[in-house]
Protein backbone atom coordinates (compact mmCIF):
# COMPACT_ATOMS: atom_id res chain seq x y z
CA UNK A 1 0.00 0.00 0.00
CA UNK A 2 1.39 3.51 -0.48
CA UNK A 3 3.16 5.14 1.99
CA UNK A 4 0.61 7.81 3.86
CA UNK A 5 1.34 11.62 2.88
CA UNK A 6 2.17 13.68 5.67
CA UNK A 7 2.14 17.64 5.85
CA UNK A 8 4.74 18.59 8.21
CA UNK A 9 3.86 22.22 8.80
CA UNK A 10 7.10 23.82 10.28
CA UNK A 11 10.33 22.56 11.29
CA UNK A 12 10.57 19.84 14.06
CA UNK A 13 13.33 17.94 16.14
CA UNK A 14 15.15 14.95 14.23
CA UNK A 15 13.26 12.54 17.11
CA UNK A 16 9.98 13.34 14.60
CA UNK A 17 11.71 13.96 11.61
CA UNK A 18 14.15 10.91 11.31
CA UNK A 19 11.42 8.74 11.82
CA UNK A 20 8.22 9.71 10.15
CA UNK A 21 10.65 9.96 6.89
CA UNK A 22 11.10 6.72 7.05
CA UNK A 23 7.49 5.86 7.43
CA UNK A 24 5.78 8.16 5.04
CA UNK A 25 5.56 10.56 2.13
CA UNK A 26 6.70 13.90 4.02
CA UNK A 27 5.83 17.63 2.55
CA UNK A 28 7.71 20.26 4.30
CA UNK A 29 4.92 22.97 4.04
CA UNK A 30 7.50 25.91 5.36
CA UNK A 31 9.90 25.25 2.17
CA UNK A 32 7.05 25.97 -0.14
CA UNK A 33 6.66 28.95 -1.89
CA UNK A 34 3.07 29.47 -3.53
CA UNK A 35 1.41 27.53 -0.50
CA UNK A 36 -2.49 28.07 -2.47
CA UNK A 37 -0.88 26.52 -5.68
CA UNK A 38 0.75 24.02 -4.30
CA UNK A 39 -2.59 22.77 -1.72
CA UNK A 40 -4.60 23.18 -5.06
CA UNK A 41 -2.50 20.40 -6.49
CA UNK A 42 -1.24 18.37 -3.86
CA UNK A 43 -4.01 18.97 -0.70
CA UNK A 44 -6.55 15.54 -1.73
CA UNK A 45 -3.19 13.05 -1.28
CA UNK A 46 -2.52 14.33 2.35
CA UNK A 47 -3.54 11.83 5.08
CA UNK A 48 -1.99 13.33 8.33
CA UNK A 49 -0.81 16.69 9.72
CA UNK A 50 2.47 16.71 11.77
CA UNK A 51 1.52 20.34 13.15
CA UNK A 52 4.57 22.50 15.28
CA UNK A 53 5.34 26.19 15.66
CA UNK A 54 1.92 28.45 16.03
CA UNK A 55 0.96 29.12 12.90
CA UNK A 56 -2.93 28.73 12.82
CA UNK A 57 -4.64 25.49 11.52
CA UNK A 58 -7.94 26.01 11.17
CA UNK A 59 -11.16 25.60 8.39
CA UNK A 60 -8.94 27.43 5.92
CA UNK A 61 -5.96 24.94 5.63
CA UNK A 62 -7.89 22.23 7.15
CA UNK A 63 -10.72 22.90 4.68
CA UNK A 64 -8.07 21.92 1.34
CA UNK A 65 -7.14 18.88 2.82
CA UNK A 66 -10.49 16.63 1.56
CA UNK A 67 -8.34 12.97 2.72
CA UNK A 68 -7.22 14.52 5.99
CA UNK A 69 -7.61 11.83 9.47
CA UNK A 70 -5.01 12.94 11.41
CA UNK A 71 -3.22 16.10 13.19
CA UNK A 72 -0.97 15.34 15.67
CA UNK A 73 0.41 17.98 17.35
CA UNK A 74 3.44 19.21 19.15
CA UNK A 75 2.53 20.91 22.53
CA UNK A 76 -0.38 20.21 25.47
CA UNK A 77 -1.59 23.77 24.18
CA UNK A 78 -3.38 23.97 20.78
CA UNK A 79 -4.80 27.17 20.75
CA UNK A 80 -3.78 27.55 17.03
CA UNK A 81 -5.36 24.11 15.83
CA UNK A 82 -9.26 24.89 15.45
CA UNK A 83 -10.05 21.51 16.99
CA UNK A 84 -13.79 21.91 16.88
CA UNK A 85 -13.84 22.16 13.35
CA UNK A 86 -11.85 19.20 12.78
CA UNK A 87 -13.64 17.03 15.24
CA UNK A 88 -16.95 18.34 13.01
CA UNK A 89 -15.52 17.37 9.98
CA UNK A 90 -14.17 13.68 11.19
CA UNK A 91 -10.26 14.84 11.55
CA UNK A 92 -8.56 13.66 15.20
CA UNK A 93 -6.27 15.95 16.28
CA UNK A 94 -3.66 15.13 18.96
CA UNK A 95 -1.45 16.78 21.80
CA UNK A 96 1.68 15.93 23.85
CA UNK A 97 0.08 15.57 27.48
CA UNK A 98 1.19 14.27 30.35
CA UNK A 99 5.24 14.01 29.08
CA UNK A 100 5.82 17.82 29.94
CA UNK A 101 3.95 17.82 32.80
CA UNK A 102 6.94 17.96 35.59
CA UNK A 103 9.03 20.16 33.53
CA UNK A 104 6.86 22.42 33.53
CA UNK A 105 5.65 22.18 36.82
CA UNK A 106 10.06 22.80 37.82
CA UNK A 107 10.26 26.01 35.29
CA UNK A 108 7.47 27.45 37.12
CA UNK A 109 8.81 27.13 40.62
CA UNK A 110 11.87 28.31 39.12
CA UNK A 111 9.98 31.19 37.86
CA UNK A 112 8.30 31.49 40.44
CA UNK A 113 11.19 31.95 43.12
CA UNK A 114 13.19 33.87 40.70
CA UNK A 115 10.07 36.39 40.42
CA UNK A 116 9.68 36.59 44.60
CA UNK A 117 13.30 36.68 45.39
CA UNK A 118 14.66 39.00 42.32
CA UNK A 119 17.30 36.17 41.52
CA UNK A 120 17.94 37.82 37.82
CA UNK A 121 18.52 41.53 39.45
CA UNK A 122 20.64 39.98 42.14
CA UNK A 123 22.54 38.06 40.00
CA UNK A 124 22.65 41.24 37.13
CA UNK A 125 24.02 43.20 41.05
CA UNK A 126 27.14 40.70 41.39
CA UNK A 127 28.02 40.91 37.01
CA UNK A 128 27.46 44.45 37.09
CA UNK A 129 30.10 44.57 39.76
CA UNK A 130 27.77 46.46 42.19
CA UNK A 131 28.30 44.03 45.05
CA UNK A 132 31.54 45.11 46.33
CA UNK A 133 29.88 48.98 46.89
CA UNK A 134 27.03 47.79 48.53
CA UNK A 135 25.20 44.81 49.25
CA UNK A 136 22.10 44.32 46.86
CA UNK A 137 18.77 45.19 47.99
CA UNK A 138 16.37 42.85 50.50
CA UNK A 139 13.74 41.14 48.87
CA UNK A 140 9.89 39.94 49.47
CA UNK A 141 9.43 36.21 50.52
CA UNK A 142 7.55 33.10 50.09
CA UNK A 143 7.48 32.78 53.35
CA UNK A 144 3.54 33.56 54.70
CA UNK A 145 2.50 33.56 51.39
CA UNK A 146 -0.92 31.86 50.13
CA UNK A 147 -0.54 30.71 46.56
CA UNK A 148 -3.88 30.19 44.14
CA UNK A 149 -3.67 28.49 41.09
CA UNK A 150 -6.18 29.17 38.31
CA UNK A 151 -6.10 26.35 36.01
CA UNK A 152 -5.20 23.09 38.67
CA UNK A 153 -5.26 20.37 35.49
CA UNK A 154 -2.58 18.22 35.28
CA UNK A 155 0.65 20.85 35.12
CA UNK A 156 -1.53 23.01 37.72
CA UNK A 157 -1.78 20.16 39.65
CA UNK A 158 2.41 19.10 39.47
CA UNK A 159 3.33 23.04 40.66
CA UNK A 160 0.27 22.49 43.79
CA UNK A 161 1.99 18.95 44.74
CA UNK A 162 5.74 20.65 44.96
CA UNK A 163 4.51 23.70 46.74
CA UNK A 164 3.04 21.71 49.00
CA UNK A 165 6.44 20.70 50.22
CA UNK A 166 6.82 24.29 50.73
CA UNK A 167 4.26 24.51 53.16
CA UNK A 168 2.06 27.26 51.14
CA UNK A 169 -1.86 26.89 51.65
CA UNK A 170 -2.95 26.29 48.01
CA UNK A 171 -6.42 27.30 46.52
CA UNK A 172 -7.39 27.29 43.03
CA UNK A 173 -9.93 28.47 40.29
CA UNK A 174 -11.27 26.17 37.14
CA UNK A 175 -15.16 26.42 35.44
CA UNK A 176 -15.23 23.25 37.61
CA UNK A 177 -14.68 22.01 41.56
CA UNK A 178 -12.86 19.08 41.42
CA UNK A 179 -13.84 15.81 43.46
CA UNK A 180 -11.00 14.32 45.52
CA UNK A 181 -8.81 17.34 45.18
CA UNK A 182 -8.19 18.83 49.00
CA UNK A 183 -7.47 21.99 48.01
CA UNK A 184 -9.81 25.03 47.96
CA UNK A 185 -11.98 25.85 45.44
CA UNK A 186 -12.74 29.23 44.67
CA UNK A 187 -15.63 30.13 41.86
CA UNK A 188 -14.19 33.28 40.69
CA UNK A 189 -10.85 34.01 39.56
CA UNK A 190 -11.30 37.79 40.75
CA UNK A 191 -12.20 36.27 44.14
CA UNK A 192 -9.39 34.07 44.35
CA UNK A 193 -7.12 36.61 43.72
CA UNK A 194 -8.08 38.52 46.53
CA UNK A 195 -7.78 35.46 48.69
CA UNK A 196 -4.25 34.72 48.00
CA UNK A 197 -1.22 37.00 47.02
CA UNK A 198 0.69 34.62 44.57
CA UNK A 199 -1.21 34.00 41.42
CA UNK A 200 -0.27 31.49 39.05
CA UNK A 201 -1.94 30.84 35.79
CA UNK A 202 -1.84 27.54 33.68
CA UNK A 203 -5.07 27.91 31.58
CA UNK A 204 -5.22 27.05 28.36
CA UNK A 205 -5.40 29.68 25.47
CA UNK A 206 -7.94 30.45 22.97
CA UNK A 207 -11.11 32.40 22.82
CA UNK A 208 -12.99 31.06 25.74
CA UNK A 209 -10.11 32.34 27.96
CA UNK A 210 -9.05 35.32 26.28
CA UNK A 211 -8.12 38.29 28.59
CA UNK A 212 -9.57 36.34 31.80
CA UNK A 213 -7.04 38.01 33.58
CA UNK A 214 -7.49 42.23 33.60
CA UNK A 215 -7.48 44.75 35.86
CA UNK A 216 -10.13 43.80 38.36
CA UNK A 217 -7.78 40.58 38.96
CA UNK A 218 -4.79 43.03 39.42
CA UNK A 219 -6.67 45.10 41.66
CA UNK A 220 -8.36 42.03 43.89
CA UNK A 221 -4.46 40.47 43.69
CA UNK A 222 -3.31 43.81 45.59
CA UNK A 223 0.25 45.13 46.08
CA UNK A 224 2.15 42.58 48.05
CA UNK A 225 0.92 40.80 44.84
CA UNK A 226 2.42 38.31 42.54
CA UNK A 227 1.43 37.31 39.80
CA UNK A 228 3.00 33.79 37.68
CA UNK A 229 1.86 33.24 34.14
CA UNK A 230 2.86 29.86 32.07
CA UNK A 231 0.01 28.84 30.46
CA UNK A 232 -0.69 31.57 27.44
CA UNK A 233 -0.35 34.95 26.98
CA UNK A 234 -3.61 35.59 25.62
CA UNK A 235 -5.46 34.71 28.52
CA UNK A 236 -3.98 37.90 30.27
CA UNK A 237 -4.78 41.30 29.28
CA UNK A 238 -1.12 42.56 28.88
CA UNK A 239 -2.26 46.22 29.08
CA UNK A 240 -3.74 46.10 32.34
CA UNK A 241 -0.99 43.51 33.58
CA UNK A 242 1.77 46.61 32.47
CA UNK A 243 -0.24 49.30 33.86
CA UNK A 244 -1.04 47.41 37.43
CA UNK A 245 3.01 46.62 37.50
CA UNK A 246 3.85 50.07 36.90
CA UNK A 247 1.55 51.58 38.71
CA UNK A 248 2.54 49.03 41.96
CA UNK A 249 -0.75 47.82 41.70
CA UNK A 250 0.24 44.22 42.04
CA UNK A 251 4.48 43.87 43.16
CA UNK A 252 5.88 41.72 40.59
CA UNK A 253 5.23 39.38 37.60
CA UNK A 254 7.06 36.45 36.59
CA UNK A 255 6.14 35.17 32.93
CA UNK A 256 6.87 32.72 30.03
CA UNK A 257 4.28 33.14 27.57
CA UNK A 258 2.95 36.21 26.07
CA UNK A 259 -0.03 37.36 23.98
CA UNK A 260 1.81 38.10 20.78
CA UNK A 261 5.27 35.75 21.17
CA UNK A 262 7.77 36.07 20.35
CA UNK A 263 6.96 39.73 20.34
CA UNK A 264 7.10 41.16 23.59
CA UNK A 265 5.82 44.87 24.67
CA UNK A 266 8.67 47.05 25.10
CA UNK A 267 7.61 48.37 28.08
CA UNK A 268 7.35 44.64 29.89
CA UNK A 269 10.80 44.71 29.29
CA UNK A 270 11.39 48.22 30.61
CA UNK A 271 10.09 47.14 34.00
CA UNK A 272 12.51 46.05 36.87
CA UNK A 273 9.50 43.84 38.76
CA UNK A 274 9.41 41.59 36.08
CA UNK A 275 11.46 37.85 35.20
CA UNK A 276 10.74 37.51 31.47
CA UNK A 277 11.34 34.11 30.18
CA UNK A 278 11.19 32.72 26.23
CA UNK A 279 8.72 30.37 26.35
CA UNK A 280 10.51 27.41 27.55
CA UNK A 281 8.83 25.91 30.17
CA UNK A 282 8.92 22.45 28.14
CA UNK A 283 12.46 23.57 26.46
CA UNK A 284 14.57 21.13 27.86
CA UNK A 285 16.07 18.35 25.40
CA UNK A 286 14.39 15.62 27.35
CA UNK A 287 11.51 16.48 27.37
CA UNK A 288 11.19 18.49 23.80
CA UNK A 289 12.36 14.34 22.89
CA UNK A 290 9.53 13.42 24.79
CA UNK A 291 7.29 15.60 23.50
CA UNK A 292 8.27 14.51 19.74
CA UNK A 293 8.17 10.93 20.21
CA UNK A 294 4.31 11.17 21.06
CA UNK A 295 4.38 12.72 17.68
CA UNK A 296 4.90 10.08 15.92
CA UNK A 297 3.20 7.84 18.40
CA UNK A 298 0.20 9.36 17.13
CA UNK A 299 0.76 9.36 13.53
CA UNK A 300 2.48 5.91 13.75
CA UNK A 301 -0.65 4.01 15.81
CA UNK A 302 -3.18 5.68 13.84
CA UNK A 303 -2.49 4.67 10.35
CA UNK A 304 -1.18 1.39 11.46
CA UNK A 305 -5.18 0.96 12.47
CA UNK A 306 -4.58 1.30 16.40
CA UNK A 307 -6.27 4.72 16.89
CA UNK A 308 -4.70 7.86 18.47
CA UNK A 309 -2.96 7.74 21.65
CA UNK A 310 -3.37 10.74 23.12
CA UNK A 311 -6.99 12.66 21.01
CA UNK A 312 -8.20 15.95 22.63
CA UNK A 313 -11.15 16.32 24.03
CA UNK A 314 -12.85 18.03 20.69
CA UNK A 315 -12.18 14.97 18.51
CA UNK A 316 -12.26 12.11 21.08
CA UNK A 317 -15.67 10.97 19.92
CA UNK A 318 -13.73 10.49 16.17
CA UNK A 319 -10.98 9.14 17.56
CA UNK A 320 -13.60 6.60 19.04
CA UNK A 321 -15.56 5.56 15.92
CA UNK A 322 -12.74 5.83 13.45
CA UNK A 323 -9.44 5.05 15.15
CA UNK A 324 -9.11 1.58 14.56
P1 LIG B 1 -5.14 20.47 31.47
O1 LIG B 1 -6.18 20.36 30.41
O2 LIG B 1 -4.78 19.28 32.27
O3 LIG B 1 -5.58 21.62 32.50
C1 LIG B 1 -6.17 22.81 32.12
C2 LIG B 1 -6.87 23.43 33.33
O4 LIG B 1 -7.41 24.68 32.95
C3 LIG B 1 -8.00 22.57 33.86
O5 LIG B 1 -7.86 22.47 35.26
C4 LIG B 1 -9.28 23.32 33.50
O6 LIG B 1 -10.20 23.21 34.58
C5 LIG B 1 -8.79 24.76 33.31
N1 LIG B 1 -9.53 25.41 32.22
C6 LIG B 1 -9.70 24.96 30.96
N2 LIG B 1 -10.45 25.81 30.25
C7 LIG B 1 -10.78 26.82 31.09
C8 LIG B 1 -11.56 28.00 30.96
N3 LIG B 1 -12.19 28.28 29.81
N4 LIG B 1 -11.66 28.82 32.02
C9 LIG B 1 -11.05 28.51 33.19
N5 LIG B 1 -10.31 27.40 33.38
C10 LIG B 1 -10.18 26.57 32.35
O7 LIG B 1 -3.87 21.08 30.75
P2 LIG B 1 -2.34 21.05 31.22
O8 LIG B 1 -2.29 21.31 32.67
O9 LIG B 1 -1.66 19.86 30.67
O10 LIG B 1 -1.80 22.33 30.40
C11 LIG B 1 -2.35 23.61 30.65
C12 LIG B 1 -1.84 24.63 29.67
O11 LIG B 1 -0.48 24.96 29.95
C13 LIG B 1 -1.80 24.21 28.20
O12 LIG B 1 -3.07 24.33 27.59
C14 LIG B 1 -0.78 25.14 27.60
O13 LIG B 1 -1.42 26.27 27.09
C15 LIG B 1 0.08 25.54 28.80
N6 LIG B 1 1.46 25.06 28.65
C16 LIG B 1 2.48 25.97 28.59
C17 LIG B 1 3.78 25.54 28.45
C18 LIG B 1 4.90 26.52 28.39
O14 LIG B 1 5.92 26.19 27.79
N7 LIG B 1 4.80 27.68 29.01
C19 LIG B 1 4.12 24.12 28.31
C20 LIG B 1 2.97 23.25 28.43
C21 LIG B 1 1.71 23.73 28.59
P3 LIG B 1 -11.78 23.25 34.31
O15 LIG B 1 -12.05 22.24 33.23
O16 LIG B 1 -12.39 22.92 35.63
O17 LIG B 1 -12.07 24.65 33.88
Redesign the pocket.
Known sequence: MARPEILQIAPMLPVVTDQIAKLFTVHRFWEVADKEAWLAENGSRIRGVAAGGHSPINETLLGKLPSLEIVAAF?????QIDAKWAGNNGIVVTNT??V??DE?AD?TIGLLISTVRRIPAAERHLRDGKWPSGAFQLTSSLRDRKIGI????????AIAKRLQAFGLPIS?????K?DGVEYAYVADPVELARQVDVLIS?????K??EK?IGAAVFEALGPDGIFLN???GTVVDEAALIDALKSNKIQAAGL??YADEPNVPAELMALENTVLLP?????TVHTRNAMGQLVVDNLVSWFDGRGAVTPVAETAEVARTKGS
Not at 75 to 79: A, E, K, L, T
Not at 202 to 206: D, E, F, K, L, T
Not at 279 to 283: K, Q, Y
Open positions: GVGYDPDLTVLLGLGRIGKYYGRHQVIPGGATTVGRDVHVASG
